[in-house]
């Protein structure tokens, strides 16, 4: 394929998916400033009190998102949408503004549903993220810093089954994502909750996140993990993910060499450094298993845990109500398990 053709497909593609983008704007009711005033002693800075009787709507951000039924559903990130108690203003190409509506946000991964009340609209197609390869073309498009819409970026896929920690908003959040893919496609604060595509103009992935410091190094959620989500909602209103109710660490031949454990494979179950923090909720799953923190869990359903198989990842793939069996190391002893799953609310 010459570079021509390969224009051709990245400008065919983008205009399959670009009526389908939307610009997200996050407002606030904040409380209004009145009598403003320059401030004294020559300070270039206007000063003014703060009436908290009365408020007033201001813009505190922006993000992308895309279409992806007629009806009004699109797909964001969930920290793009993550606060309850900001507005959501959906900005569609033809410049039109709709209030958006947060369906529901995913309890596990950066992904959240919203809804407009309008029908007839654009849409993109789905592909299969489990079939891209490393070194393939892709493209994202978004609201590059909340400003600029439908900004195009293109590049590679650079890697597959990333594992990185994300802000979720200021208070501190984070939210720890496995499986996600990396690429070298200019993605910025804007381009999140944007569509990744492939030269068919298919979504291969939700833009979610960049290293600051760092060149040409972006992260995007494989649409696959979205695409449950969607059958969720349409289905029951929600999305709907299984849930066990413990912090852990997977072990590695470092781990327990660093903390002489029995085993270098497993989840050692222990909190987290947040305050108040505990390493089994109470009345979970686990909980009622009778799982206890320091235990390690070496397998689920018989099948060995590793770092390339996590534990929530293959909680992920049991559904709600599954009954599941975990071996347990507790000191010098080995236990099995046994509860049922509920619903992550």
Known sequence: MNSSDHDKLT???VKKVAPAVVSIVIS??????????PAPFMNPFIFGDVDPSQTEKVKIGGGSGFIVHPDGLLLTNKHVVFDADSEYTIITTDGSEYPGKVVSRDPINDIAVVKINVKGLPFVRLGNSSKLEPGQTVIAIGNALGMFSNTVSKGIISGLSRKISASLGTGGQMEHLRGVLQTDVAINQGNSGGPLINLDGEVVGINTAIIYGAQNI????????????LEDIIQHGRIIKPFIGLQYVMLNKALQKQYTLSTDHGALVVRDHVPDSVAVVPNSPAHKAGVVENDIITALNGEELTEDKDLQDMIQKCTVGDDIELKVI????????????????
């Open 330 to 345: 507790r000191k010098n002893e080995t236990l099995n398990l046994k509860t049922k799953l509920v619903e992550r609310k």
């Open 11 to 13: 400008i065919d593609s």
């Open 28 to 37: 606030k009711h904040l409380p209004k400033i009145k009598g403003l005033y």
């Open 218 to 229: 972006g992260f995007s959620i494989p649409i696959n993990w979205a695409k449950q989500d």
